[in-house]
DNA sequence: ATCAAGTTTGGGAGCGCTCCCATCCACCTG
DNA sequence: CAGGTGGATGGGAGCGCTCCCAAACTTGAT
């Protein structure tokens, strides 16, 4: 068969070739028409769109990702132990701000968990090969090379959080100092004297910029940091109740806690309990992610809040930027943090 | 230029063309190696092997499409609404069971929030034109015409939850009937003789079967169905609240609380409190969703798991069956749910 | 050695689109 | 009225792959 008149596509859907004989124009104009080029003449115009109307043509993503060489397509790459772990509503939050900042735009949102460091690894290569037109991470540690190596596969990419406080790589995170600031300038606002933290492992950036606000928020008020009220924990329930029950051996005093995280004030609020401490009467306690436990407790936990849906909007918005107007300035966003008051301070 | 040799891809990685030329044979081979077809020799698939090792070829996404009419790709779509109401935790779960499922095949997750009906509309035009593989459907509602669209557009498709009874769209759903059955039993086991219910909002099925698992858990114990130990909330914490209140005015004779999801139950939890009786000697109390909530609650709430990690499994791998060979059986898969005893009973 | 039957292989055609160049046309200037 | 200018338009080439047919090579039987 000569190169003659295509009909359909093979599926039975209309084609680009259809549109432009049913509007009598060639097929350039259509997809001119289509990508909004403005070398178009209004009347040209409006008859292209008609006959896409009529013949409810969507374009091919497939034949155009090919052909212009973009898959209108970014990922979202979390790792799977993280998503299990702790404060799991984040990554739906994640994922609802990412998505609404694409709803308007029409790229896909792909979504990939690596189970493993080696599937990590592999992701850059498929990257690579699959053309995503961008990449959103999630959860990065210190060693995972990824950012290193989509930043050399020249792969747009923008992360959660940072991994220090030089970060250099394209990032969006939020201001851990300033909301634990918040929660301490807030205890020692309603008359606390003795002011404990229980934090999170501090070879991760966010639970090491918890613990210098709460430090930074003591000595602005003219209190001393004091080692022995510094509990390091790991983020874990369990280990908010081994702190808490180490800090009420160490300090009896205690009269107000500030926890690196909801889970770990919820491990604390059972020690205060066994302990026979009031809450807030004896102890005051905040948390840190004002997460669904933090709303159920009881009483209901006073707990930092992130605009978790926020930098995933913002992750977007600078990853899209990054991929139209060719990597500009490396876009870095720390947005701010909220203290939400509930019963327990 | 003529039709002549291909290099290099465009942005430089190597094509199939390249892996051809490097081990000596054909385009045609290469792809069959690659799409493991058993018409290759031992010998010639060795060699084409490993000049894909040498180059690190990995094959161009959107060419296959394009070239063979599939994508590789299947789309999970969400409710966003739903996404946010109850039960974060059941979005990422399922989103992690999905996951699983299919990282041995290299299909990608596609991820859709559909915010309004409109958008859900627009998306099986979207499905059809775009070419999705298939399409994972989360807490669809009655008057959803979704399913139906993509059944006439013959898209393969799978939904998590059933509609009513006879759902006749493919479908994994966990047995929530059985799962009230084993909370009341328990209940029951204990020694309680009088055995409330607050109910989810009874046109969805879900919390028709709840409380049907009720009733039938009764009647088999010998206990008659008694409508003033039933209230109809609608899932919310508030309605737990309200429900329970209710219950106790109306039977203060109540030793027992079956709530159909974690969050009425901490409603429910509240309102006793408040009413002075405790749990479990007065009022044995048990949820279900099984989610963070419940243990966290004080005392930690027996509730009833589903599986919901499961769940997402059974639905990609029923998935990936429809689409490969090809429309059988509507698959429909019941998983089991199973009782968590904590504290409160 | 010869032929039929089967197996393995090469490569043309084509998927639906974008890119880009050549062409066409309308309008303006001198 | 010829020549020039610039915007609108048509359509060839090609993106990297799969499909499939025909060619080339095996093998075993005659």
Redesign the interface.
């Known amino acids: 068969m000569a190169v003659g008149r295509r009909g359909l596509g093979?599926?039975g859907?209309p084609t680009l070739e259809q549109v432009a004989a049913r509007a009598g124009v060639g097929r350039g104009t259509v997809s001119r028409v289509i990508n909004g080029s403005p070398r178009v003449s209004d009347r040209t115009r409006a008859a292209v769109e008609a006959a896409i109307a009529d013949l409810?043509y969507?374009?091919?993503?497939?034949?155009r990702?090919?052909a212009a060489?973009r898959?209108d397509a970014i990922a979202?790459v979390v790792p799977?132990p993280e998503?299990?772990l702790f404060a799991?509503?984040y990554?739906?939050a994640i994922?609802?701000g990412v998505?609404?900042e694409l709803?308007d735009t029409d790229y896909?949102?792909?979504?990939?968990?690596s189970?493993t460091p080696k599937?990590r690894q592999r992701f850059a290569?498929?990257a690579?090969?699959?053309?995503v037109d961008g990449v959103l991470l999630v959860s990065v540690h210190g060693e995972d090379p990824l950012p290193e190596l989509l930043g050399q596969l020249g792969i747009p990419a923008v992360m959660n959080g940072r991994r220090s406080a030089d970060e250099p790589f394209p990032h969006v995170d939020c201001d851990n100092v300033a909301g634990a600031q918040l929660a301490v300038e807030h205890l020692l606002g309603r008359g606390r004297r003795t002011v404990a933290t229980i934090t999170g492992p501090l070879d991760m950036y966010a639970a090491w910029c918890r613990l210098a606000g709460y430090r930074e928020a003591l000595e602005a008020a003219g209190h001393e940091y004091d080692d022995s009220l510094v509990w390091r924990g790991d983020f874990t329930?369990e280990s908010g109740y081994l702190g808490m029950r180490e800090l009420l051996d160490r300090r009896p005093d205690i009269d107000a806690v500030f926890c690196a995280s909801d889970l770990m004030a919820?491990g604390a609020r059972r020690a205060l309990?066994e302990a026979g401490r009031s809450v807030p009467g004896d102890v005051a306690l905040v948390g840190f992610d004002d997460?669904?436990?933090a709303r159920?407790?009881?009483p209901p936990l006073t707990s930092v809040r992130q605009p978790i849906e926020g930098m995933g909007r913002a992750m977007a918005r600078a990853l899209l930027a990054e991929i139209n107007d060719g990597m500009p300035i490396h876009p870095q966003q720390i947005l701010p943090t909220e203290l939400v008051r509930r019963g327990s301070s």
């Open positions: 093979r599926d859907r409810g969507v374009p091919h993503r497939a034949a990702a090919l060489n898959t979202l799977e998503a299990r799991e509503p990554f739906s994922i609802r998505s609404a709803a896909q949102l792909l979504l990939t968990l189970r599937e290569q498929y690579a090969g699959n053309r329930e919820a309990r997460s669904a436990i159920h407790m009881d």
